[in-house]
């Protein structure tokens, strides 16, 4: 009997080599170990054998089966790692291929509209700036003129940087993610590169309730120009001409004088709301983007103040300055006939594949 256990093992070392399948594995182990498997069949002679011989089979036939079952757990950990390397294999994404389409997608609205403008001012003279998205609320508020405790902060919610990196700064220093452009403002000013003519592309950050107008995370372009003898005059010139160019030349700007507690004189911009005069694509008096009032509010400007201009260590006697800000995405909005500026974020391709 010794010699047939030691005949049943060889066979199961022969068979096993050959499986390649789970379910075969299956078979195989059902074949050797199963109620009439072929180790059992052996061992029905066991009853036969005097009882010394059997104090030596028995142990030798648990040995057996221990080592059927463990060479049937190696395999089929073998068969499963094999299938996973075929998988990786047959599924490896070669990154440097060639995707076989010719749609190579294009910009985003919001980006067709911002290098618009971009071009626009450019060819008035402007240069671009840039800065950073997470700011410290010195440039984000105190050069800005908006200390702590003014209600202008009150208004702009804001998305601070987590209390494990703010708490052990001091105050001025603590980081949030910018509420506006005008930070850049004040980086610029600080080269003390006069005169200055900017303009200020960028994301910008709020926490706020999201509507038709609103949302938490939108684009700006603000303008800056500090230069000796610049008046309002020449900002309403300006701001007239390039709407004018992006959008239409029948396009109107309306200027209201507004109270910015941290800015003097200022003004809020309309222009005709091209969504429901134009497009005929909404009835006026649905029209949600400018409230069926005919007008859109597009952007505030303001001169700027003497005391941001002494924080930045230009001379307010000799130089003024003047600047203005706009919602990018409105001007997005206004500029392709869309409702509502928020469907430029829900990642639409419908929406924006139409531009
Ligand atoms: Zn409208």
């Known amino acids: 009997m010794k010699q047939q256990l ?27 170990l199963g109620k009439k498997g072929k180790l059992n069949d052996i061992l029905k002679g066991i009853k036969d054998l005097s009882n010394d011989d059997k104090k030596i089979i028995w142990p030798e036939a648990n040995k057996l089966k221990m080592f059927i079952s463990e060479e049937v757990t190696n395999k089929k950990i073998a068969i499963q790692e094999a299938k996973y390397a075929k998988l990786e294999e047959d599924e490896k994404i070669d990154v440097t291929a060639e995707y076989p389409s010719n749609n190579k997608g294009h910009k985003h609205p919001i980006s067709i509209t911002s290098n618009l403008l971009e071009e626009i001012f450019i060819s008035l003279g402007f240069r671009i700036e840039d800065g950073p998205q997470v700011e410290d609320e010195t440039h984000n508020f105190d050069k800005l003129n908006i200390p702590d405790n003014h209600p202008a902060r009150d ?21 949030l993610l910018r509420t506006h452009t005008s930070p850049v403002q004040i980086r610029t000013m600080l080269k003390w590169e006069l005169p200055i003519k900017i303009i200020v592309p960028g994301r ?6 999201e509507d038709a107008r609103h949302t938490c995370n939108f684009y700006q372009l603000e ?7 610049v008046t309002f005059g020449d900002l309403k010139w300006t701001l007239d001409t390039a709407m004018k160019k992006l959008l239409w030349d029948s396009t109107e700007v309306r200027f209201r004088p507004s109270i ?15 969504l429901c ?9 649905n029209c949600k983007m400018c409230s069926a009032t005919g007008w859109v509010e597009l952007l505030w400007a303001w001169m700027v103040h003497p005391k941001v201009l002494k924080d930045a ?6 130089y003024s300055g003047f600047a203005f800000g706009m919602w990018i995405d409105r001007i997005a909005a206004q500029r392709f006939w869309v409702s509502s500026s928020r469907m430029f ?5 419908k929406l924006n594949e139409q531009f």
């Open 204 to 209: 910008v950050f709020r926490y706020e309730q």
């Open 155 to 175: 208004v702009w919610d804001t998305f601070w940087v987590s209390d494990d990196i703010n708490k052990n700064k001091e105050a001025g220093k603590k980081n």
């Open 277 to 285: 005069k134009w497009s005929g694509k909404v009835k006026w008096e």
């Open 6 to 32: 030691e005949n049943l093992k060889n066979e199961f070392i022969e068979n096993i080599t050959t499986i390649d399948s789970p379910e075969a594995l299956e078979n195989l182990e059902k074949n050797f």
């Open 260 to 274: 910015f507690p941290f800015t003097e004189p200022s003004a809020e911009i309309d222009i005709s709301c091209q």
């Open 345 to 349: 974020y829900q990642s639409k391709l």
């Open 313 to 318: 260590w230009v001379d307010p006697e000799e």
């Open 223 to 229: 303008w800056l120009v500090v230069w000796k003898g």
